[in-house]
């Protein structure tokens, strides 16, 4: 069992940044795909980052592209997610989760992971 744990969520306003941390277990976590959800109530968990193992790779949702950026260090087994000019439609509860599968198209689905984070919560106000 892989237990991840999310930090960093919180209230804030419209334009903002935040980051989210994501620390996983090692010595594994270096194999790993890492990727970060969102999911708004009511609507599906969808991707909104994703980093190859060896950070050479990175996929971004089209909401997220020139406002996130995702990184990783392997010596700390955490995966970051940096966001700037946040706006109110970012408001979800954010999860990261761990892909043993490689990296491939099928990284923009949740299946496709195999372990998750509890989430953390990020409100964006007006």
């Known amino acids: 069992q892989v237990h991840l744990v999310e930090s960093g969520g919180g209230l804030v306003q419209a334009g903002d940044s935040l980051s989210l941390s994501c620390v996983g277990p090692g010595p594994t976590f270096s194999s790993y795909v890492m990727g970060w959800f969102r999911q708004a109530p009511g609507k599906e968990r969808q991707l909104v980052a994703a980093i190859r193992s060896d950070s050479t790779g990175t996929y971004y949702s089209d909401s997220a592209k020139g406002r996130f950026t995702i990184s990783r260090d392997n010596a700390k087994n955490t995966v970051y997610l940096h966001m700037y000019s946040l706006k109110p439609e970012d408001t979800a509860v954010y999860y990261c989760?761990?892909?043993?599968?490689?990296?491939?198209?099928?990284?923009?689905?949740?299946?496709?992971?195999?372990?998750w984070g509890q989430g953390t919560q990020l409100t964006v106000s007006s």
């Open positions: 989760a761990a892909d043993s599968h490689g990296w491939s198209p099928k990284i923009q689905f949740p299946y496709d992971y195999d372990y």
